[in-house]
């Protein structure tokens, strides 16, 4: 798995030199969530293409600095590179349809819970989802209660992974696909 800084100094290399510094600068103060908006601004501004890859990695970024539904927007304004070889896919949009946890898992734990398809894995098909719990006034919670890995269609070999393990989560996707 990658440390955080190495992604970071990874994100700033798709940027112009300028860009890239202030970016690289918000690291250095600890403003990491000033830093990712600029960053998708820089993107869009630069018409920079990134991979669908880069793009689910820039999700799980947001996603732990607590800025995955404020960059959700740009992130999917930003131009696509078109490789053939990208291996994840983001596939959470704004109409996306949570699914019942029951729906997913037999496991207790998901029972009262929502599940959000996020990041898809597209050579063996597998998803990475968030659930959440639905509050009183219908919204999902703000933050996830587990994130999920499992097969659509299938509610065996489904793994829930801590709510604070996001890059834990993406790395169990990838590595989930090679023993596959």
Same mark, same amino acid.
């Given at each position: 798995?990658?440390?955080?800084?190495?992604?970071?100094?990874?994100?700033?290399?798709? #940027?112009?030199? @300028?860009?890239?510094?202030?970016? +690289?600068?918000?690291?250095?103060?600890?403003?990491?969530?000033?830093? #990712?908006?600029?960053?998708?601004?820089?993107? #869009?501004?630069?018409? *920079?293409?990134?991979? %669908?890859?880069?793009?689910?990695?820039?999700?799980? /970024?947001?996603?732990?600095?607590? +800025?995955? /539904?404020?960059?959700?927007?740009?992130?999917?304004? =930003?131009?696509?590179?078109?490789?053939? %070889?990208?291996?994840?896919?983001?596939?959470?949009?704004?109409?996306?349809?949570?699914?019942?946890?029951?729906?997913?898992?037999? %496991?207790?734990?998901?029972?009262?819970?929502?599940?959000?398809?996020?990041?898809? =894995?597209?050579?063996?098909?597998?998803? #990475?989802?968030? @659930?959440?719990?639905?509050?009183?006034?219908?919204?999902?919670?703000?933050?996830?209660?587990?994130?999920?890995?499992? *097969?659509?269609?299938?509610?065996?070999? &489904?793994? !829930?992974?801590? &709510? %604070?393990?996001?890059?834990?989560? !993406? /790395?169990?996707?990838? +590595?989930?696909?090679?023993?596959?």
């Amino acid at each position: 798995m990658i440390d955080e800084a190495t992604q970071w100094r990874g994100f700033a290399a798709l #940027l112009p030199p @300028a860009d890239a510094a202030g970016f +690289m600068d918000c690291w250095d103060i600890g403003e990491q969530e000033a830093g #990712l908006d600029q960053f998708i601004a820089s993107l #869009l501004k630069h018409q *920079v293409p990134i991979s %669908d890859t880069v793009r689910a990695e820039i999700a799980v /970024t947001a996603e732990v600095w607590g +800025m995955r /539904t404020a960059l959700a927007p740009g992130l999917g304004r =930003c131009l696509g590179d078109h490789q053939e %070889d990208n291996r994840l896919r983001l596939i959470e949009h704004a109409d996306t349809v949570p699914l019942p946890g029951s729906s997913v898992a037999t %496991d207790a734990a998901l029972a009262d819970l929502l599940v959000v398809p996020w990041i898809a =894995c597209t050579r063996c098909d597998r998803v #990475l989802a968030r @659930a959440h719990s639905q509050e009183p006034w219908g919204d999902l919670s703000y933050l996830a209660r587990h994130y999920v890995l499992f *097969v659509p269609g299938r509610s065996t070999s &489904t793994a !829930l992974i801590a &709510t %604070d393990a996001a890059w834990g989560a !993406l /790395t169990e996707l990838r +590595m989930s696909c090679v023993q596959a």
